[in-house]
């Protein structure tokens, strides 16, 4: 199972960008999906999640800014940012909870470097 993620870059303030994250690979389900990120020097937090049946949440910095959404029959995840500012400059990861060969496992992607400028 593998999770690519593309669509980072750089940004100025107040700009958008959009994040893809396709899951391939023997899947036989895919229950959440979501977005973390990742700044220098810092921990990873959960940006955003979205569960099988379309049910979301967000990060308070975050709110009313980004949306997460997913296409299920692409095992795709989408995270589109606007009005984008420094401080969601990170290194953004993808992660499914993917049901395989019988088993379950938490994805993860490789990460995409998104960079706000002022």
């Known amino acids: 199972v593998q999770l690519v993620e593309s669509g980072g870059g750089l940004v100025q303030t107040g700009g958008s960008l959009r994040l893809s994250c396709a899951a391939s690979?023997?899947?036989?389900?895919?229950?959440?999906m979501g977005w973390f990120r990742q700044a220098p020097g810092k921990q990873r937090d959960v940006v955003a999640s979205i569960t099988s049946g379309g049910s979301t949440i967000y990060a308070d910095s975050v709110k009313g800014r980004f949306t997460i959404s997913r296409d299920n029959a692409k095992n795709t995840v989408y995270l589109q940012m606007n009005s984008l500012k420094p401080e969601d400059t990170a290194v953004y990861y993808c992660?499914?909870?993917?049901?395989?060969?019988?088993?379950?496992?938490?994805?993860w992607g490789q990460g995409t470097l998104v960079i706000v400028s002022s």
């Open positions: 690979g023997s899947i036989f389900s895919i229950n959440a």
């Open positions: 992660n499914a909870g993917i049901v395989t060969r019988g088993y379950h496992t938490s994805a």
